[in-house]
């Protein structure tokens, strides 16, 4: 079992917050995490049938086995506790006294913003970082990745990714979604599930994917939220503030996992990776994901945007960290060419305030600068986040 770079952080907040609350998609690792840093904490999965009785029957007295600190884990399935919770812990502000975890859900989500505001501190884990897979096989490859993603019981326990994808989709169908949706027709969630996996990358057109599935325009947008209301999916919002009118509005969809995606495509190879004709956003998927999961491991809220006008010439990826736009283009290519920085140098010339020189991440092996934009491979760095974002680093070549 690895360490993971969240498990930092996670610590630090259980000594300054009573309560620590950690979301996640389901096969994250969470449970793994939580309990091997507080290994002298109770532990109760509130999956388990009797578990979840006992809790529901007589919460005051099942929480009062807290001792030296409970982890309550998956807590969506019981979000009544929270509210004994808040009494609990607004009686005794003892640090690290309650460890939750969960599959993120409305229900939770408005649970805790209701008892728990301003007594838990909020953190989100999401499957292994290229980082922390370098603990398996130092050298990993762009395309091998897409096709075989980031969860960790697939590098743990060395499992086929084809067949661990099956087991995912069905069992987040037939378990979280249910849950979360009243679900006419099983086909047609699955249809669109497939349809948003062949547009990653792009700009979400509500209209086109309700013709093509045969729900309402609502519908879709309802699904689009419990794909992120459970952390298999998320939107990367549009640009827009103090630029002219033209800039487009409407924000893309990624996978929080690109294995998942590429499965759903039916793309289990590297060679078929590589040849598809989405290759490219694929590896705009794997990189902007990469990136995010630099800032989630820190405990920060990334504050990330992609822009477009409506002439079609866009930066693949905006990150705005303490008050600085620093533009990255992202190219699957393993040759540079100069026409990777013409969106860059377009995006500077449009005179807004405090914009880095930006970077070209790229799939090549070389590494330089440009009028002080960093072109390098994403893969060949430890940290992708903080090589972004670190001002005082801005001059020097990325390391690995």
């Known amino acids: 079992m690895i360490e993971r770079r969240l498990a930092k952080e996670l610590a630090r907040c259980a000594r300054e917050f009573p309560v620590v609350t950690l979301l996640g998609t389901r096969q994250s690792g969470k ?20 578990t979840r009785i006992a809790a529901d029957s007589d919460p005051r007295g099942f929480l009062g086995q807290a001792g030296k600190g409970m982890i309550l884990d998956e807590v969506q399935r019981l979000p009544t506790l929270l509210s004994y919770i808040q009494g609990i812990v607004d009686k005794a502000r003892k640090p690290g006294r309650f460890i939750l975890t969960g599959s993120h859900q409305p229900s939770l989500h408005e649970a805790i913003s209701q008892s728990l505001a301003g007594r838990t501190a909020m953190l989100s884990l999401w499957p292994f970082s290229l980082g922390e897979l370098r603990n398996y096989k130092t050298d990993w490859g762009a395309f091998e990745l897409i096709v075989k993603g980031f969860f960790p019981r697939l590098h743990e ?10 087991g995912y989709v069905q069992t987040y169908l037939e378990r979280d979604v249910r849950a979360l949706v009243n679900l006419r027709d099983l086909t047609r969630f699955q249809n669109f599930l497939l349809l948003l996996a062949g547009r990653v990358g792009q700009v979400v057109n509500f209209t086109s994917l309700s013709n093509d599935t045969g729900v309402s325009a609502t519908t879709i947008k309802n699904w689009l939220s419990v794909l992120e209301a459970s952390y298999v999916a998320f939107r990367l919002p549009p640009f827009f503030r103090n630029i002219r009118k033209r800039a487009v509005k409407s924000p893309k969809v990624y996978f929080t996992d690109v294995g998942l995606a590429a499965f759903l495509l039916g793309i289990h ?29 820190r405990g920060s809220r990334p504050e990330v945007y992609f822009f477009r006008d409506s002439h079609g010439w866009e930066v693949d990826l905006l990150i705005r960290e303490k008050g600085v736009l620093v533009p990255v283009e992202i190219k699957s290519a393993a040759t540079f060419s100069p026409d990777f920085l013409k969106e860059i ?41 903080e090589t972004l974002t670190s001002r005082g680093k801005s001059s020097e070549d990325p390391k690995p």
């Open 157 to 166: 326990e060395g499992l086929d990714a084809r067949r661990f994808f099956n």
């Open 345 to 385: 140098e377009k995006f500077r010339a449009l005179g807004l305030d405090r914009v880095a020189p930006g970077a070209v991440l790229y799939n090549g092996e070389q590494t330089f600068q440009i009028r002080g934009t960093r072109i390098f491979n994403p893969l060949r760095v430890d940290d992708l986040w």
């Open 269 to 297: 190879t590297e060679e078929q990776a590589a040849r598809d004709p989405l290759r490219g956003n694929h590896y705009e998927n794997l990189v902007i994901v990469e990136i995010l999961k630099g800032a989630l491991n």
């Open 31 to 50: 449970t793994t995490l939580v309990q091997g840093a507080f290994p002298g904490m109770s532990y109760f999965s509130l999956e388990d049938p009797d």
